[in-house]
Structures are given as C-alpha cells and as structure tokens.
C-alpha cells in the first residue's frame, strides 16, 4: 500500500511540473486571444533598479506560456460542454446541437437590457443630428445594426428562455424611429428573418460569407450606389471556417464548420501596413466607383469590407471610438459615411455619441425668462478623447423631461442642439478655436412642443475646464 500511496504521489508531482518542465522543449507561443502574450520579466527595471514587479510579472508569463496550455484548455472546455452542458468561459455561452454565442448578448436575449421610451428617441435623436451635420456638408449617412445572433436564432439558447423578461428587442423599434427622425435606414433585421436559411455560423457570433453579402447589397441599395451585386459569382462551400467563439472556448482545437467562400476579382488596393480586416483602420483605394467612403463599423464588418472597397474609389473603415466624425470628414471629405454597429452596442450612441461641433438651432418660441429653479446640472470641460473640443454636458432633474423632449444649449447668444445621453442627459461638443472670448454664459433649454424655456445657466472661465 505504501509502495501504491508513494508511486501516486511521485505520478502527481510529475503530472503538476510537466507545463513547468515542458516550457523548455514546447512552450506555448501563440494563443486565439484578441491579445499580445507577455514577455518574459526582467530582474532589472529600465533604471537598473531591482523589478519588484518580477514574481507578479513571472506567474502572468507562465500562465500564458506553460506547455501544453492550448490542449489542456480545449480539454477543460470539451469536458466541461460534452459532460456537463456548461461553458467553461464566462464569455461564452454553450447552446444546444453545437451552438454557441456570445455572453454579452445574454441582457438583449433576456430583456433586461430593454431601453425605456424616451432612451429609444434618444438613439434615434443623436442619429438625425450627426445626419444634420452631415447634410450640410453635402454628404449622407447610412445606418445599419447586425443583429445579435440569438435575436434571429434564439432557439439553440439553452434553459435561459425560461428567464425572458422581455421579447420585444431595442432594434426592433429602430425602423419607425428612425425613419421619423429622417435617418437612413438599412433594416438588416428584417433582411434576415426574411430568410429561412440560418445566414450566421453556429461557432462564431457573425453572419457567414453569404449573409454578409446579402448586408452589403441592402447597405448598397439603401445609399443607392451603383454596385456588382456579385450574383454572377458562385460560392464554394468549404469546412475550414474556426468561429471566433469557437476559438475562445476551444483554441486551435474546436470543430471547423461550412463556409461560403467566393472569389472576387479585387481591383480595390489596401493602403498603409494593412495586416488583415481585424485592423482598427483600414484605407483602400481603386474600386470601380467614382464616390469615397468613410465607414465606421465593429467586427461584423470584417466580412463587408471585402466587397464593399471594391465599390468605391477611396474608402477609409475605422473602429473608432467615440466616433471622431467631424475631423475624419474634414480630413477625407468623403461621399457617403456608413455607421455599423452590432445591436448589443447600440447604447453607445447614448453614452458615447460622435463628435461634431454641434448643430445651431432657431430660436424662434424661446422664453427669456429666468428660470424658478435650476432644473438641471452643467458640466463644462476638455473632451479627453479630443483636447481640440470642449464638452458641455450634465443631468435634467429627473421627471422634468417628457419622452421626446429636446435639449438645447445656448452658449453667449448662440444655441445649439445637444446629443441626449442615457434617459435625463445631454451632451454636446464645440471647437475651442470657435469660443472668442471668456467667461462664457452657459443655459441649458428644454423645447417641448415648439415651446422653449430655460431650466439651468451658469457662467463659466477658461480656467473651470475640468480635463
């Protein structure tokens, strides 16, 4: 027995410094996460002081590098999915016949992230000022939201659907409100569920090759630019496709599933140290079109960019965030500007709207009086992503504001339209080369039925911009 209890303990030990021990003959060097891997530490700072960081940084290094980590990994996760029926990544949810999706979804699946009435018109409000600013440059905005992948195929969900609050989704509201308000519209909601094939992979939380395609052709349609619909083109279907869900749940090691694959004649070129569709920006040029683009998409348009750059003669995609709008379209001066972005995102045009100066409003119907009582809160500052712009923003008390009111702000005499954020907020940029002078009298407006009145004003110095 004691032969048995020492051969087991001498076999554990063993097993437990193998991913030590292997590091030296087979480490591992690559990963399928969206990150660099950390380099070995040093015993020495960059001022030849001791690292104290050295044992922190070391078990990092390790965790990433040990041998055999990506197998031990897709062991762990496949134990855990065929055993259990669970996920072994809190990122990833593991659905029914092989399906998987993305956890970030789960609050639009379930309800619970279910904007209110007045969030809703604020969407759709940011979206007619920057399609304002836009027009008075002589360009125009497309608008398109991918849908999640379990708003179209929530069947696969496993026992969550017990637990739905709410079935009607954010972007379901989105084609009524936004036609309203005047914003071009590319419904791609509607485009999918109008078809009975299933257009997004079982193992990734995107579209495949076809439904891109049938996006790019409804964005094409919609901006009405002349375009090759590729329906001359006939797609091969290959087993080579490594979903990015299936890669953060299995590694290198999940199970490859079917893919249209089709062979565009590309004329269009990249330009710059372009590495592949993933990059945060991307500029092409030499498409058929004589129009340019300026697009800012997410990971869904990874898979439109191939098609789309051969339409236009420049064309400029950025993952940009927040949106540097004004500056990229002075920079670009481009035809058309494309906002794609997935349906999980869509509160970021309420937290985190683009940056343009914002829109001068008529004056007519506003009331001067001063207000009985500050009805609102102004913060006067920097915009950090930007030092060029100033940021006027701040809160309506809550209950004052109606589900589609609208904010303004006058700045010395001049008003203007502010983007509204989350449900009582407002927000809006101004070049700091445009205010002349200072202190500057700062009053916030509510116009509510054509009526306009003051509910807030203070005066600020250059001095009180807080960085």
Sequence with gaps: MKKFLRAFVILSICIVFIPLLGMTIRPTTTTTENKA??????????EGKVNLAFFQQFEKYFSEHFAFRNELVFMDSKIQSDLFGVSSMDSVISGKDGWLYYKSTLGDYLGRERMNERQLYNVAHNLSLVKEYLETKGKKLLVVFP?????????????????????THNIEDMPELLEREGVLYGDLLELFRNEEEVLYLKRDSHWNNKGALMAYNLMMDKIEMNHDDYSSISPSRTQ????DLNRMLYTFYGDKELNYRYDLEEKAKYLGDYKSVEDGFIETEGGTGSETLLMFRDSFGNTLIPFIKEQYSRAWFTKEMPYGLEKLTDEYNPDHVIFEKVERNLKDFISRPPVITAPLEETHGLTTSEPAEEMATINFGS??????????????LPG?????????????????????IGTDGFQMYIKKTSLEHFPISVKIILSHDGEKRIIAENIFNEGDASI
């Design 383 to 396: 915009l950090e992503s930007d030092f060029d712009y100033y940021q006027i923003g701040g809160e309506v």
């Design 240 to 243: 080579d496709e490594l979903g």
């Design 147 to 167: 849908p999640n992948k379990n708003t179209l195929y929530g069947e696969n969900m496993p026992y969550y659907h017990n637990y739905i609050v709410e079935k």
């Design 37 to 46: 891997m950390a380099s070995f530490p040093t015993l020495t700072t960059k």
């Design 400 to 420: 004052v504001l109606s589900e589609e009111d609208d904010i303004l702000v006058e700045i010395n005499g001049k008003v203007y339209k502010a983007f509204h």
